[in-house]
C-alpha cells in the first residue's frame, strides 16, 4: 500500500510535476482526483482551511503538504540532492 496519498486533478500542471517527482524517485503514491471524487474535494476544503489547492499530499505519518516544490518533496522524503 502507498504511504502517499496525493489529491489532484487532472488538469493541474503542479500535480503532473508532483506525480513525476515521485514516480522518478521510486515513491509509490494513490492519486485521487478531486474532480471526481466530491469526499475528497471536501477534504482538500478542510485541510486547507477552506481553499481549493492542490496537489494536496498526505503521508502515512499524518503530515501533508499542500503544492509543495520538488526540494521541498526532497527534505520531506528524505532525498539528498
Same mark, same amino acid.
Given at each position: %500500500?502507498?504511504?502517499?496519498? %496525493?489529491? @489532484?486533478? @487532472?488538469?493541474?500542471?503542479?500535480?503532473?510535476?508532483? $506525480?513525476?517527482?515521485?514516480?522518478?524517485?521510486?515513491?509509490?503514491?494513490?492519486? &485521487?482526483? &478531486?474532480?471526481?471524487?466530491?469526499?475528497? *474535494?471536501?477534504? =482538500? !476544503?478542510?485541510?486547507?482551511?477552506?481553499?481549493? &489547492? &492542490?496537489?494536496? !499530499? =498526505?503521508?502515512?505519518?499524518?503530515? =501533508?503538504? =499542500?503544492?509543495?516544490?520538488?526540494?521541498? !518533496? *526532497?527534505? $520531506? !522524503?528524505?532525498?539528498?540532492?
Amino acid at each position: %500500500m502507498a504511504a502517499i496519498t %496525493m489529491y @489532484s486533478a @487532472s488538469w493541474c500542471p503542479d500535480c503532473r510535476r508532483a $506525480k513525476r517527482f515521485l514516480t522518478q524517485h521510486g515513491f509509490p503514491f494513490v492519486e &485521487i482526483d &478531486i474532480e471526481e471524487d466530491p469526499t475528497a *474535494a471536501r477534504y =482538500v !476544503l478542510e485541510v486547507n482551511g477552506g481553499r481549493r &489547492i &492542490i496537489p494536496t !499530499l =498526505v503521508f502515512e505519518d499524518g503530515s =501533508v503538504l =499542500v503544492e509543495p516544490s520538488n526540494a521541498a !518533496l *526532497a527534505r $520531506k !522524503l528524505g532525498i539528498e540532492p
